[in-house]
């Protein structure tokens, strides 16, 4: 027995330091929880062989030493985990026992984000701390301040001069869908969940980048002597009261059945939120009976955390396709028997990389468990062994590009392997001329995958530059084009020819730099040429430009081929340099703007050129920056509410047009037909502030809390 504790400890710290400090566990919370319990049933079975370095006395910590370690004022205390209702009763039980009553319950979701510990003094945001080992964390102030749906400064009255407020960070599912999407367009490694994805983004040193990445938040605790009410339920109202973003589905219950009947209504209806929860949070309402019941050295004895158990299906491997994307980068696929998983047919799953193929030891054959990791992407996550063929053979990753022939390479420190014959290579080829003229790139209308695809196939086009050589001719002739699609499609190239210089740094796609990372090298160094000549440090000179992003561009320009390319194009008339517009007037300086809706007499484009014209800014989402929305008809309902929630005024087409002559928009001026329809409930001159957080975001590693439960 002695050395089964050994193993069990050895696996322990293994999918800890995995889980908490790598980013990428390896095994499921339930499957962590299940070797912990009996690891702590053993101790308690041998306590000669008790030892105060063994991970059941311990929280994982996620501490890293680029952030001030700050020392938690109230610990923050994890759950214990319960997989049925069983054991929900035995809680109950032991609480009726020990307090001789039916005491009254609060019920949450238990979202799937990484834990927060707010400090707020006399109503202003003083620090933001992750919860590390439970009493020490992170300082992430700086981050956290970034997220819009955290107060700042509180409002109303009633709260305490000093307190605490725990609750979870989060990436809703939009954000983390245009996260990864962005990741792939540059060659980075999508995150596994938006779990893993938020806790990254909170340890992030550049503050700029976090808020860009959409993180949201919910609180849920608060700790503050004494407390403000005497329950925890009336707490979180009146904290919700004060701006904080509060659960609008916790629920009090008083018996097992509402508790038993709250869990069997969300573990189906969490599908259709926006977020990833994985379980339901029972708490003692009671701050005098929570007291009474007292905590143990890891967890409060009043509050347990029952986990849902992911839906899972099992189905046979069929076989192994491996896509390329526009980097090299090599995707092993695996094709499923289909099956129902969620609601929605199955038939193929990533299998990620060869590591993880490995790591399952997968076979073709196998029967194998799928799951939709975060509720969107089907993944395998095991094998069932004893399915398995008796002839079955280790699967072996191919060595060489399914589509070119090249040799595959596997750089150090990366998960992935790259086909490195990136001008010569089929679907690196289509990828990139698809990249070069979608909507935020070129905006290249009338052609899709299909007909690049289709131009590559006909020895049309071979690369980017020779977009510009076509012919309407040699389109009409193809098949789904003729003589108008041709048209629009040569008339759209002509076009392309004024998109800005950032624009076209981000369109021929350089390894690593997005649209953001394009905007800051082309506002650095201001033309194609000197970014051209620029060596590693004055890269490195540039805003947010890292070593990783410099080789990249370095690589990139060395390529003799690349730069033939790039010299084509410059010939073809694309704007290599900045262009300084001059001014109309400076009425608008200083003015932010975020446009939304469709307009009378202006186009979106055109109002957004009058507002440069004219000294403005156009700022792309609501923020706390943005001085107007200008909202036409049919304005979008999330950055409609965003106005509201961060007072933000809306104003009208007419009200904006007589801006620029001069006059303030608090005045009375003649609204359009459209407007009025659409926005008549806004009362956009005095916009109500909704900070309560009655509505949940429906925008957009390591993660704090699931393998011990929701944190305190």
């Not at 009996?38 to 996620?62: C, F, H, K, T």
């Not at 329950?231 to 509402?258: D, N, V």
């Not at 007589?658 to 409930?681: C, I, Q």
Request: charged letters at 25%.
């Amino acid at each position: 027995m002695k050395d089964r504790i050994a193993e069990l400890r050895r696996q322990l710290d293994h999918h800890n330091y995995l889980y908490y400090v790598q980013n990428r566990p390896e095994i499921s919370d339930y499957d962590y929880d299940k070797l912990m319990r009996e690891l702590i049933g053993l101790e308690e079975l041998y306590p000669d062989m008790a030892d105060p370095n063994s991970p059941s006395q311990r929280v994982g910590s996620d501490i890293t030493n680029q952030f001030e370690q700050v020392r938690h004022r109230f610990p923050m205390l994890s759950l214990a985990n319960t997989y049925s209702m069983d054991e929900i009763s035995d809680f109950n039980d032991r609480i009726i026992k020990e307090t001789d009553r039916q005491v009254e319950y609060v019920c949450e979701l238990k979202f799937d984000g990484t834990a927060i510990s707010l400090t707020y003094e006399n109503g202003v945001l003083t620090r933001a701390v992750t919860r590390g080992d439970g009493t020490a964390g992170d300082d992430v102030t700086a981050n956290i301040r970034t997220i819009r749906s955290i107060p700042l400064r509180l409002q109303g009255e009633g709260y305490p001069a000093f307190f605490e407020i725990r609750g979870e960070i989060f990436l809703p599912h939009a954000s983390f869908k245009r996260l990864n999407q962005e990741r792939e367009e540059i060659g980075e490694t999508p995150f596994a969940n938006p779990r893993n994805a938020a806790a990254g983004t909170l340890k992030l040193q550049n503050s700029s980048i976090v808020a860009k990445r959409g993180l949201d938040s919910y609180l849920y605790d608060l700790t503050s002597d004494p407390m403000p009410a005497p329950g925890h339920f009336e707490t979180l109202e009146m904290a919700r009261g004060w701006g904080f973003k509060i659960s609008p589905h916790m629920k009090k219950c008083g018996s097992l059945e509402e508790i038993s009947e709250f869990i069997a209504h969300w573990d189906k209806a969490r599908l259709d939120l926006p977020y990833d929860t994985d379980g339901v949070v029972i708490k003692v309402n009671s701050y005098q009976v929570r007291r009474q019941l007292g905590s143990t050295a890891k967890a409060p004895r009043w509050a347990v955390a029952y986990k849902f158990k992911a839906e899972q299906v099992l189905t046979e491997l069929l076989s192994v396709d491996f896509q390329v994307g526009r980097t090299g980068a090599v995707t092993p696929v695996g094709n499923l028997t289909p099956v129902q998983l969620a609601g929605t047919t199955v038939k193929r799953a990533s299998l990620h990389n060869e590591d993880q193929i490995k790591l399952r030891d997968l076979r073709l054959h196998d029967w194998v468990y799928v799951e939709k990791g975060g509720e969107i992407i089907p993944k395998v996550t095991g094998v069932e062994l004893s399915r398995r063929p008796v002839n079955s053979l280790p699967f072996h990753f191919i060595v060489r590009c399914p589509a070119c022939g090249a040799h595959l390479q596997k750089p150090e420190g990366e998960a992935r392997h790259y086909c490195l014959n990136y001008l010569h290579c089929p679907p690196q080829i289509v990828g990139r001329i698809v990249h070069f003229i979608s909507r935020r790139a070129m905006n290249i209308e009338g052609m899709g995958e299909e007909t690049v695809q289709l131009l590559y196939e006909n020895k049309l086009v071979e690369n980017i530059a020779d977009l510009y050589e076509l012919k309407k001719e040699q389109l009409s002739v193809l098949p789904r084009l003729g003589e108008k699609s041709a048209d629009n499609i040569i008339r759209s190239i002509e076009n392309s020819k004024n998109v800005p210089f950032s624009r076209v740094l981000y369109a021929i796609g350089m390894r690593f730099v997005g649209e953001t990372t394009a905007k800051n090298l082309a506002m650095h160094f201001r033309n194609f040429d000197h970014l051209l000549h620029a060596n590693r440090e004055q890269l490195l000179e540039a805003e947010e430009i890292g070593g990783k992003i410099a080789d990249s561009v370095l690589a990139f320009f060395a390529d003799r081929e690349n730069r033939t390319i790039i010299d084509r194009l410059r010939g073809y008339g694309l704007q290599f340099e900045m262009v300084e517009q001059e001014k109309t007037s400076t009425v608008l300086a200083g003015k932010t703007f975020v446009i939304s809706g469709t307009f009378e007499n202006h186009s979106r484009d055109e109002l957004k050129a009058l507002i440069d014209a004219h000294g403005g800014k156009n700022l792309a989402a609501v923020s706390s920056n943005t001085t107007y929305l200008l909202a036409g008809a049919k304005v979008g309902d999330s950055k409609r509410a965003k106005a509201r929630k961060l007072n933000v005024p809306l104003i009208s087409e007419s009200e904006f047009m007589a801006m620029l002559g001069g006059t303030s928009p608090d005045s009375e001026f003649p609204e359009t037909d459209a407007y009025r329809k659409e926005n008549n409930d806004l009362s956009h001159r005095f916009p109500y502030v909704n900070n309560y957080g009655h509505t949940e975001s429906g925008e957009t590693e390591t993660a704090d809390d699931t393998q011990q439960g929701q944190l305190f």
